[in-house]
């Protein structure tokens, strides 16, 4: 069984910063892609950005580009999400996910998902 545990969330004014903490452990085959997705009340969950093992790959949503930087320690299992020059439009719950690479003859990936953390930008 994989563990997926994010911290970090709460509520900030407009403009300031947060960081998104995001650990998995347990089971852990080896991990492919680490990413943080987010919900808004009444919309669907979104890619808000990825980053491959060894940080090679990187992608962000068009709409935190230039605020937003995601970083990893594989070391640790562990995805961080500085947030930068937040706006009321990123309030959301924010959900790690872990994609776990497993090979049994073949390649496949089984998905984790944290519980998620709940980051209010509000004046």
């Known amino acids: 069984q994989v563990q997926v545990v994010e911290s970090g969330g709460g509520s900030v004014q407009p403009g300031g910063s947060l960081t998104l903490s995001c650990r998995a452990s347990?089971?852990?085959?080896?991990?492919?892609?680490m990413g943080w997705y987010r919900q808004a009340p009444g919309k669907q969950r979104e890619l808000v950005a990825s980053?491959?093992?060894?940080?090679?790959?990187?992608t962000y949503a068009d709409s935190v580009k230039g605020r937003f930087t995601i970083s990893t320690n594989n070391t640790k299992n562990t995805v961080y999400l500085q947030m930068n020059s937040l706006k009321p439009e990123d309030t959301a719950v924010y959900y790690c996910?872990?994609?776990?690479?497993?090979?049994?003859?073949?390649?496949?990936?089984?998905?984790?998902w944290g519980q998620g953390t709940q980051v209010t930008v509000s004046s």
């Open positions: 996910n872990v994609d776990d690479e497993i090979y049994n003859g073949s390649y496949y990936y089984r998905d984790y």
């Open positions: 347990g089971r852990i085959n080896s991990i492919n892609i």
């Open positions: 980053i491959s093992s060894g940080g090679r790959h990187i």
